[in-house]
């Protein structure tokens, strides 16, 4: 390692910690040297102009840093990021569609109404009955609530069963463990906090109505093999073995972040595969806890593609000029959601930090998804899936390889 590539890598972790400065919770974790962290704390705080000045710099620098390819890509994914970050802080006007492009490597464009009709069309063949599809469809997904005194110990019961899959299927330090705490209160269903040292706490939200077929997806999400799988095989292979610091600090609205949730959303995919809906039914079942889970895949895979639905509602929010009561009609016509929920939806699109974070969602999965769908006809699914958890993949390589495969 040269003596530049330590610098940058350095100066882009401080860079990182400042931006928590000026905006407390852009650090979603940090696992580095508490000396660093406590030196940022003490300086006076910085402008926003300050940091978007500072990316600029250490995007210039990174070419003389001689820094492996992969390492130089990640970083200046990173700090490309920071840059429109800054930029925004301080009050410069920036459309949703370049926002998420700055921040995540990937184009959008509004999605295909044909496509979401044939996703009703085979919806409405799977759930019979009277009244409107988006009555069939609430009805069905309140027959598979949790109930919210059950919620721990289903939590607990798939985390187990996952995680004996993925020490198997992926393997991890010895020493790894999820704590669960049901809380309340909270905008999101589910949130990792990794801690550091193989360990994460696992907040559970239970002001939300949870589904029981949804739950195999959260905690693969959020632990086995998602975000505490991610962290603990970063911190051991890239940090410890590697030295590679700028992986002790993870910041939002970064091409990191979309490689993440889409990770974390091919959680079930790459742990259970075809079938998961019954796995999961006879472990909760073992509970007394019911559901079809047979019926709770064909129903997910029918669903599917209505989650670009809600990136749809944020272009036409931010570059369409559509008002707040159109866009409350698009959401609720396509993703068949109540009034109340495309309320929700429409307060967190509108969030100045957070507008953004639904393509990590919507993008995430689909280009990570198209990639394990491209991989060697001989490869297995896990070992694709390994090289998410243990290299420093972009956005912008991951669509490279696409392009080459």
């Not at 000029?321 to 866009?327: F, R, Y």
């Amino acid at each position: 390692m040269t003596a530049g590539a330590l610098d940058v890598a350095l100066e882009y972790v401080r860079l990182g910690l400042r931006f928590d400065r000026v905006e407390p919770g852009f650090v979603d974790a940090y696992t580095g040297d508490p000396r660093i962290r406590a030196q940022v704390l003490d300086e006076p705080a910085p402008t926003p102009q300050q940091l978007r000045d500072r990316a600029r710099e250490l995007l210039a620098e990174l070419d003389a840093a001689e820094l492996p390819e992969d390492r130089a890509d990640f970083l200046r994914g990173q700090l490309t990021g920071l840059e429109c970050s800054a930029r925004k802080f301080s009050g410069e006007p920036v459309g949703f569609v370049e926002e998420v492009r700055s921040y995540f490597e990937v184009d959008v464009e509004l999605g295909d109404e044909a496509v979401y009709a044939a996703a009703h069309a085979d919806l409405d063949s799977l759930l019979p009955g009277d009244g409107t599809l988006a009555e069939r469809y609430a009805a069905h997904r309140r027959r598979e609530e949790c109930p919210p005194a059950r919620l721990e110990v289903a939590v607990h019961a798939l985390s187990s069963a996952l995680r004996d899959r993925v020490r198997g299927q992926y393997g991890l330090p010895e020493v790894e463990t999820v704590r669960y705490e049901v809380v309340t209160d909270k905008p999101w269903s589910g949130f990792n906090y990794y801690e550091g040292g193989f360990r994460s706490r696992v907040a559970i939200n239970a002001d939300l109505p949870h589904r029981l077929s949804q739950l195999p997806h959260l905690v693969a999400h959020e632990s086995y093999p998602g975000h505490h799988t991610e962290h603990c095989r970063k911190e051991r292979g890239l940090v410890e073995r590697t030295g590679r610091i700028e992986h002790t600090v993870f910041l939002v609205n970064t091409p990191e972040c979309l490689m993440a949730e889409g990770l974390a959303d091919l959680g079930v995919q790459a742990a259970i595969g075809e079938g998961w809906g019954p796995w999961a039914a006879d472990i909760l079942g073992d509970l007394g806890l019911r559901f079809d889970g047979h019926l709770a895949e064909r129903i997910a895979a029918a669903a599917a593609p209505l989650n670009r639905v809600r990136q749809d509602a944020a272009v036409l929010l931010h570059d369409r000029g559509a008002g707040a009561d159109e866009v409350s009609a698009f959401l609720q016509r396509w993703s068949l959601v109540s009034p109340e929920r495309a309320r929700q939806q429409i307060r967190f699109l509108t969030d100045p930090l957070w507008r953004a974070y639904t393509s990590t969602y919507v993008e995430g999965f689909a280009l990570l998804s198209r990639w394990l769908d491209a991989r060697p006809a001989d490869q297995p699914v896990a070992d694709r899936f390994l090289r998410l958890l243990d290299e420093p993949l972009t956005p912008g390589r991951v669509t490279a390889e696409l392009r080459t495969a």
